[in-house]
């Protein structure tokens, strides 16, 4: 997985467990994509200080999500819902063709609660 689109994930799961200031340079770094030198003067440290921050949270990070998983078990979900709607649509499809309305709304209905469960987490489900 690239580092660029990790590190931000594992944030929005464990952000909590790091200090202020490694949130911070973490999201200067990998959101508004400073470098080193950038991060620092926005952050008034040093440019050593900076690269301290960002690997002292990525190890907790990455610590993190070895132990609890919370990241890869919500990408299974997600993984799962997104098959879920697929095979949904297909259903709603079959349902169209062959004249079954009540099939096809059914079908339309399980996906629209699907999606919008997602939507309720922040989070958008593309198909």
């Known amino acids: 997985m690239d580092k ?30 400073l470098s080193l030198s950038e991060a620092a003067e926005e952050l008034k440290m040093s440019r050593q200080g900076v690269r301290a921050s960002l690997q002292k949270g990525e190890e907790i990070l990455q610590d ?43 079908a339309e209905t399980v996906i629209d609660f699907v999606k919008n469960s997602e939507n309720d987490d922040n989070y958008i489900m593309t198909i």
């Open 64 to 106: 993190m999500e070895q132990r609890l998983g919370l990241v890869r078990r919500f990408g299974n979900y997600v993984n799962k819902c997104e098959d879920f709607c697929r095979y949904a649509e297909k259903v709603r499809q079959e349902g169209l063709a062959s004249g079954n309305k009540q099939l096809a709304d059914f």
């Open 4 to 33: 660029h689109y990790d590190i931000p994930r594992l944030v929005d799961f464990y952000g909590e467990m790091l200090t202020e200031r490694q949130r911070e340079a973490l999201r200067l770094y990998y959101d508004d994509d």
